[in-house]
């Protein structure tokens, strides 16, 4: 591997890295729902009945604490990951990932459950993922000195199953029930992530592209509860209900080939926001975006005292988030 993983991640995945030779020859070509029994007639399916094998078409699956996930389709795996208000609970990263045949396989923060089968299938899948990156990496962070502990210092970032394709990500931004009006945030924390980036001293060339297509009425495939609806294959940003406490969440799908299908962006209406760089009060709502594109791209969360863009949560008014942090511009660096 050209670069070790940091962050929470990293032990999970190097591991998972060094067994890729013996597991990579596992098809994951998607395969129709078998003749199996179905589940029960709920139209939610808990983890313990979805491990016993039944046909789990058209259902959505109660993950306890989690609410409930609409099951992708067969060879696709959707995950999502919220934004919280510093001080309130961390929210675990979730996956669920249908396998077809073999059933569905879900994890919540590092801690698998579901069809055994499937999860076999959907630990390979990560093992891919991790084997192309390793091996695609852009140019070179250069410059700087190291040390652990501030956002220019840190060199931590992890990450998550899913990158986008040479064409990168075309969104759509619904503004029905916005807080900040415009779409000038959302847009500006798209490409803090693309092309030449220059911050805290450091220079990277990203190849992360996004395209701005226009508005739509089309909703982001995410619940007020906080789980991730089925999707639509269209790429929205949107305001919404959230459980007290989220600023955001944000929901991706994924090929068994660890393509992006899908990435869905949806901002709490009950919460106060702030567009100004002079923030007065309220949560900023360029930075808390910049943030959820980097869930978009592929990151995923780092340790709160790493000041990275990608901590799991943010302060009011934490302006500081709009631009990356080292670890930040490694982790972008390291996928595109
Ligand atoms: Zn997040």
């Known amino acids: 591997m050209k670069r070790a993983y940091e962050g929470r991640r990293r032990t999970v995945l190097t591991s998972l890295a060094a067994s890729v030779i013996v597991i990579g020859g596992i098809g994951l070509a998607a395969t129709p729902a078998s003749a199996a029994p179905q589940c029960s007639n709920e139209r939610f399916l808990t983890i313990t009945q979805l491990e016993q094998g039944c046909d789990f078409h058209g259902k959505a699956l109660r993950i306890s604490g989690d609410g409930d996930f609409a099951i992708p389709a067969p060879g696709e795996a959707v995950l999502g990951d919220a934004a919280t208000v510093d001080g309130s609970p961390d929210v675990p990263e979730v996956m669920v990932a249908n396998l077809g045949d073999e059933g569905v396989a879900v994890r919540v923060g590092d801690q698998w459950t579901g069809s055994v089968a499937a999860r076999a299938k959907a630990e390979a899948m990560l093992h891919k993922n991790a084997a192309r990156r390793s091996s695609g990496a852009g140019s ?130 009950g919460m106060a926001w702030s567009s100004s760089p002079t923030c007065y009060s309220g949560y900023d709502l360029q930075g808390v975006a910049t943030h959820e594109w980097g869930h978009t791209y592929g990151l995923t969360h780092v340790d709160g005292s790493t000041g990275q863009v990608m901590k799991g949560g943010s302060g009011t008014c934490e302006v500081s988030q709009r631009t990356l942090g080292h670890g930040d511009m490694l982790g972008i660096d390291w996928l595109y």
Do not use: H, M
């Open 140 to 269: 070179t962070v250069t410059g700087g000195v190291s040390n652990p502990s501030t956002k220019c210092s840190s060199t931590a970032y992890a990450l998550t199953y899913g990158v986008w394709g040479a064409g990168g990500v075309g969104w759509y931004y619904n503004q029905y029930g916005a807080i900040v009006v415009g779409d000038t945030a959302f847009k500006s924390a798209a490409a803090a992530w693309t092309g030449s980036i220059s911050a805290c001293g450091y220079y990277v060339n990203s190849s992360a592209k996004q395209t701005y297509i226009g508005t739509t009425t089309a909703n982001a495939n995410i619940t007020s509860s906080a789980t991730c609806a089925a999707r639509d294959s269209k790429n929205v940003v949107a305001w919404g209900a959230l459980p007290a406490n989220y600023l955001t969440y944000t929901c991706w799908w994924v090929d068994s080939w660890g393509d992006n299908l899908e990435s869905d962006q949806k901002y709490a209406t």
